[in-house]
């Protein structure tokens, strides 16, 4: 089967209860739409997990991108080479990372030993940035928040990564006509759509950030062979 998650922002418990909840095994695929970190409580834990897991394929969230551009370098030794370093760009993207909640991963990566650190920013490394699946004769477009500036005769691979891991769909427009070609992202809580910690499908699009992070909130999710919703 195949699986898809997104937005579990350091809920490790959760996760690991949903990978009990689908019987998730080795034969099994689970796609993570991004937004493992940040917020939550344990989101160095989750990443450790992913990567020990072959079938387990990781897509970059607007946060994992965010991280990108400051773990490298945040937590070498206070040098005057490091402090020189320091410039406004960094420090900017520094700003932007910590008031999206970065404190509990910084916490958990400055934990880490230098190899786990390296392992994590190897693994960091590997996140794409879309997915494109055939399954049953239908087409499943997995991406983190939607596609920016969309038009439909842009390729794929012609999106900026701040178009698909930022920008959210517009729900007022039609994108494809094909009905069977679905996009399948996180980013939006339900929760503002809906009001409801439910997967919610409109206008080709599926959302699956249920809210995990949040109290009203839960984590979800979607099989894409039967299109079945799970929760925790
Ligand atoms: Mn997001």
């Known amino acids: 089967m195949i699986y898809v998650m997104s937005d579990l922002h350091g809920m490790y418990s959760s996760y690991l209860k949903m990978l009990r909840k689908i019987h998730f095994c080795d034969t099994d695929t689970l796609y993570i739409l991004g ?7 344990q989101p160095i834990q989750i990443l450790q997990d992913m990567m020990l897991r072959p079938n387990v394929y990781p897509l970059f969230g607007n946060h994992e991108w965010m991280a990108m551009q400051c773990l490298d370098w945040i ?7 490091f402090l020189a370093s320091l410039d406004t760009e960094r420090l900017i993207h520094l700003a932007d990372w910590m ?31 879309y997915e494109e699946l055939y399954l049953n004769g239908q087409t499943f477009l997995l991406v983190h928040a939607g596609l920016g500036n969309f038009d439909p005769d842009k390729a794929l691979t012609d999106y900026t990564i701040d178009e698909l891991v930022w920008e959210r769909p517009n729900l007022e427009k039609p994108y494809f006509d094909d009905p069977n070609r679905h996009v399948v992202v996180g980013h939006t809580p339900t929760l503002m759509l809906t009001g409801k910690p ?17 109290d009203v909130g ?11 919703a799970y929760y925790v």
Request: one cysteine or more.
């Open 198 to 214: 439910e997967v919610f499908t409109s206008n080709g699009f599926s959302f699956i950030d249920c809210g995990a992070c949040f």
């Open 99 to 129: 008031g999206n909640g970065a404190s509990t991963t910084l916490a958990g990566y400055a934990a880490l030993t230098k190899d786990a650190k390296a392992d994590l920013l190897d693994y960091l490394c590997e996140f794409q940035a």
């Open 35 to 41: 937004d493992v970190i940040d917020r939550g409580p």
């Open 75 to 81: 937590t070498e030794e206070i040098t005057d080479t």
């Open 218 to 228: 839960r984590l979800a999710c979607l099989c894409l062979d039967t299109m079945q």
